[in-house]
């Protein structure tokens, strides 16, 4: 009796949660961005990928490494313009990212409110400055922008930072994509009936979405809680996939990339 009560609650809130969009928020995402030099897939850790401020590309580690090595110029590798680190001034910086933002590039409404956030280059650190350079970046079209948003919002109002992580996945995010597969077993942790052993089935298979997702792009951690998903919690709700080994050949294959 007790756990067909709490099925039949969890069918309907669950119903409310299950709509239209469902659809496209779990379609494959579009492919990895590449590279603008070497023209593979850039990495998931967006610390080893560099917006460049003089041309707009985003540039892989190794590319930039690359032409350091062979010239003492700290030059993009794309443009071939200097590049500006920590010891230039604050307003040369800022004068190259606005002439990117007059021609609306949304990364570029990114970069700045990242500097905001993280007081880089001697900055004073305004969130409220931030923020809205984030969502001007979003309305871009920027889902990195979004993830930021998401994070900034989920300490606060969970409903605005899972739409903005739902935007985020759906435009390839891999870390608003992982995000939401941990919140939706969150959600099957917290409505979970532990002395009862009853867990809330449907949270865990649209976790399991989200991890696949995030794994077929080569997210390593993803494809952790895919394999250890399966030989705990998610056992009992949902089936094997013959595929597996295939699944994890293909994340191995683009964490290579």
């Not at 990928?49 to 700290?74: A, E, L, P, R």
Request: charged share 25%.
């Amino acid at each position: 009796m007790i756990f067909e009560a709490k099925k039949k609650e969890w069918e309907g809130k669950d119903a409310l949660r299950m709509h239209d969009g469902d659809e496209d928020l779990f379609k494959d995402p579009p492919p990895r961005e590449e590279c603008s030099i070497c023209f593979l897939p850039v990495p998931i850790d967006e610390s080893q990928v560099f917006y460049q401020s003089c041309c707009g590309k985003d540039i892989c580690h190794g590319c930039i490494h690359q032409v350091n090595v062979q010239t003492d110029d700290c030059l993009c590798p794309y443009c071939r313009t200097p590049v500006l680190d920590n010891t230039q001034p604050l307003a040369e910086m800022i004068k190259r990212i606005k002439k990117r933002m007059d021609v609306n590039d949304a990364e570029a409404f990114r970069l700045l409110g990242n500097i905001y956030s993280k007081g880089w280059y001697g900055m004073e650190k305004d969130m409220n400055k931030a923020a809205n350079l984030w969502t001007q970046g979003a309305a871009l079209g920027s889902c990195k922008s979004h993830f930021n948003l998401a994070k900034m919002y989920y300490t606060r109002d969970m409903d605005k930072a899972k739409y903005h992580l739902n935007i985020a996945a759906m435009g390839g995010n891999v870390q608003a994509r992982a995000k939401l597969g941990h919140m939706e077993l969150k959600i099957a942790s917290d409505t979970a009936l532990v002395e009862a052993g009853i867990v809330n089935g449907v949270p865990m298979k649209r976790a399991l979405k989200h991890y696949t997702i995030a794994a077929k792009v080569g997210c390593e951690k993803s494809m952790d809680q895919v394999t250890k998903g399966y030989s705990s919690y998610f056992k009992n709700y949902i089936k094997p996939k013959a595929n597996m080994r295939r699944l994890y050949e293909l994340t191995r294959m683009q964490k290579i990339l």
